[in-house]
């Protein structure tokens, strides 16, 4: 019961919906340098359809049409002029832009063929041109959605004859086999077919097959296209901000790898510190310091921007889910007819999201051992810094207390032979109180005197300071507090 390629389908038709991230409306943009290529590809004429972009009505937030004075850029296939074609450039939102391609039959034109055979979709993708790089990093992504009408005869299959007829196309279409499918479903009363997952979007392109039994599903297509196209774009935007944070991922985890084999080497530098014999240390310790703060920084940095992603997974998928609630107001239906979209909103995003939240709360504790680390190897500078300050201190002070005191000596000498009467120097060491006191001994009393009441109205007024100091921050803190 496998199809073959002498299986018929009716009026297929390819929707190509490619995204792009840019700020920047410009001319050579990359996603209309791909358009330029897909009219190369596939029209007669593609030079007179190009250099038709128009950015002047085009408003910040709004949603535009890039054209000058047409909705789309229309044209038949090269060498099958049966097939129709229209292109598409859009601007989404203030930094999102995208592209529409769809390439098939008119079921409504008299002309279409009743029925083609499936290994005809080959012609409608040559050289796989609708499978578009990833020219950089603003590349969003690309959703490729193939509709047909099955037969008559093909309506009284069953489910596994409709895969095996939905992986035919897929087949037939990019030239290559399908991959394991995705999920199946039904989407308002037909069979629906997804190929890629979300989790691996660099590994195969996201691919649905919509088989339509009756006029229902082609109907809503048609009148909720925008809205399912902004759907391919909210999706785009959080399988790329999941796959993005996979990088960020590897990046912190690499990182987080390398903090215990540092901390254990920091541990055996601490214990073995001894400021009393060895202080090179300090300085092997400050430049650690410094490198850490950088690596912390670094750090923090990728720790934003997996917040950045998660956030951008909640924003977009609320939009998704108003989306949904916007086709449901439409059509007049409940949300059961939209059951297979909505699992990417139910399951798929809300696993991206808990699992970036699941990564944050892991490596927001590298963050913390970072701290501490910074916090230890800053404490310990800081006290065997003071330590060592202190010893030099002390010998500072024991040098200049000899100093000044001999200083004190010096500019006392002259005193030495005051009061002798041939000139030789005398020194009245022991007080005698039947004699007047030696001027040497006067002086030197009186130098000792005021350099005590000196240092003690100079260590008063460094209370006072002090004093002052700690008032001041006291009422701050009360200020605050009321």
Not at 361 to 368: A, I, K, S
Not at 393 to 419: C, D, F, K, R
Request: hydrophobic letters at 35%.
């Amino acid at each position: 019961m496998n199809p073959k390629p002498s299986d018929r389908i009716f009026a297929p038709n390819i929707y190509l919906c490619a995204y792009y991230l840019s700020d920047d409306a410009r001319e050579n943009h990359p996603l209309w340098q791909e358009c330029d290529r897909l009219l190369d590809k596939l029209a007669s004429k593609p030079e007179s359809l190009k250099n038709h972009l128009d950015f002047s009505q085009s408003r910040n937030g709004e949603r535009q049409i890039l054209l000058q004075g047409k909705p789309r850029i229309d044209f038949t296939l090269k060498n099958d002029d049966e097939i129709e074609v229209y292109a598409q450039p859009l601007k989404l939102s203030e930094d999102s832009y995208a592209l529409v391609f769809n390439v098939g039959y008119d079921e409504e034109n008299e002309s279409t063929p009743p029925e083609v055979e499936v290994n005809l979709l080959n012609s409608f993708n040559p050289e796989n041109c609708l499978l578009l790089p990833k020219s950089d990093d603003n590349f969003l992504g690309q959703t490729i959605l193939l509709t047909a009408w099955i037969t008559t005869k093909t309506k009284q299959r069953n489910a596994t004859y409709l895969q095996n007829l939905a992986n035919t196309c897929y087949q037939e279409l990019l030239g290559k086999n399908a991959p394991p499918l995705y999920r199946s479903g039904e989407l308002f009363g037909s069979s629906i077919f997804e190929y890629g997952k979300p989790r691996e979007a660099d590994n195969s392109p996201h691919v649905l097959i919509w088989l339509f039994r009756d006029e229902a599903a082609d109907r809503t297509l048609q009148d909720c296209f925008d809205p399912i196209f902004d759907m391919f774009f909210y999706r785009s935007k959080i399988v790329k901000a999941f796959q993005d944070s996979r990088n960020i991922y590897d990046e912190l985890k690499q990182d987080y790898k390398q903090l215990d084999p540092f901390f254990d080497n920091l541990q055996k530098k601490l214990d073995s510190a001894n400021p009393d014999k060895d202080d090179s240390y300090l300085d092997e310790f400050k430049t650690q310091l410094k490198q850490l703060a950088c690596d912390s920084l670094e750090y923090t940095r990728l720790l934003r921007k997996l917040e950045d992603f998660a956030n951008t997974i909640e924003i977009n998928l609320y939009n998704y889910n108003e989306t949904i609630e916007q086709i449901c107001a439409t059509l007049g239906t409940d949300k059961e007819e939209l059951s297979f979209l909505q699992h990417f909103s139910q399951q798929t995003a809300p696993y991206f999201y808990r699992q970036i939240q699941g990564d944050l709360g892991y490596f927001e504790h590298g963050t913390e051992l970072v701290e501490q680390a910074i916090a230890s190897i800053r404490g310990i500078v800081e006290i065997d810094q003071a330590k060592r300050d202190r010893q030099i201190e002390t010998a500072i002070y024991v040098i200049g207390a000899g100093l000044t005191g001999a200083g004190i000596a010096a500019s006392s000498s002259g005193y030495l032979t005051a009061g002798s009467q041939n000139g030789e120097m005398t020194i009245q060491w022991i007080p005698d109180f039947s004699h007047s006191i030696h001027p040497f001994t006067k002086v030197l009393g009186i130098s000792i005197a005021i350099g005590v009441v000196l240092g003690v109205v100079a260590l008063l007024i460094r209370k006072l300071i002090e004093l002052k100091s700690v008032t001041t921050m006291l009422h701050r803190i009360f200020k605050k507090l009321n």
